[in-house]
């Protein structure tokens, strides 16, 4: 039972092009959301997190966008750069203790120069 | 700070061995998770370790477990291998167990069994 999904396996942009990735999840006791971004040989690392009580949030050139009716969340890269290519894995969690992260399968992000 | 470290970083079993991973966090961190990454699956949640006691499990069967040490460096063993169990592992610690505090992730230890 995936209850976080990224349908798109990978996206291809163009440098200085917005880049966005969806993710979408079943599960409505979610109520904290994360981006993580993975370079091979490498373990993921944080990127952006969402509170439910938020519907955006934004940290330099990446913005994560939450819409709850939907469950559904995006992340929006602008202007996109070659060190963005990545895979980007959406991921999702109750808030309060012991509380486990569930991942997407993730989307390899490729920014062409 | 060193980062979350894990040993080994590559490793070549067969079905029916077993296998011992090992994740240092990083120092002062109390929390540490691991997950199994597979193609198509993304990263699955394995267990989560707080103060020695396992504090939340995923859906594997019995043959994965996993312990924590007073150090709070962890180690997660699997048993009998099969041929699916071929996967990157992942060890993440945290400070504490707020939901809010950021994981680190080590760099994984890849398992490929024959």
């Known amino acids: 039972d995936q209850q976080v999904k990224q349908n798109s396996p990978s996206l291809s942009v163009q440098e200085g092009r917005i880049s966005i990735l969806n993710c979408d999840y079943t599960n409505s006791m979610f109520d904290y959301f994360l981006w993580y971004k993975k370079y091979p040989a490498e373990g993921p690392t944080f990127l952006i997190s969402?509170?439910?009580?938020?519907d955006k949030n934004e940290d330099g050139r990446f913005t994560v966008f939450l819409n709850k009716s939907a469950k559904h969340l995006s992340l929006h890269i602008v202007p996109s750069q070659p060190g963005d290519s990545a895979v980007y894995f959406c991921?999702?969690?109750?808030?309060?203790?012991?509380?486990?992260?569930?991942f997407g399968t993730g989307t390899k992000l490729q920014v062409i120069p | 700070k060193a980062g979350v470290t894990q040993t080994p970083r590559y490793l070549i079993k067969t079905r029916g061995q077993q296998v011992t991973l090992s994740c240092s966090p990083i120092?002062?961190?109390?929390?540490v998770s691991w997950y199994q990454q597979t193609p198509g699956q993304g990263l699955q949640f394995l267990f989560e370790?707080?103060?020695?006691?396992?504090?939340n499990k995923g859906n594997f069967p019995g043959r994965f477990s996993g312990r924590q040490f007073s150090n709070s460096r962890s180690e997660m063993n699997v048993s009998t291998l099969e041929l699916g169990d071929s996967a990157l592992y992942l060890c993440?610690?945290?400070?504490?167990?707020?939901?809010?505090?950021?994981?680190?992730f080590g760099p994984g230890t890849r398992l490929t069994v024959l």
């Open positions: 120092s002062g961190h109390r929390s």
């Open positions: 969402i509170s439910s009580i938020k």
């Open positions: 370790y707080f103060s020695e006691t396992q504090r």
């Open positions: 991921a999702a969690s109750k808030s309060g203790g012991y509380q486990k992260v569930t």
């Open positions: 993440a610690s945290r400070p504490g167990q707020v939901m809010t505090d950021t994981q680190y």
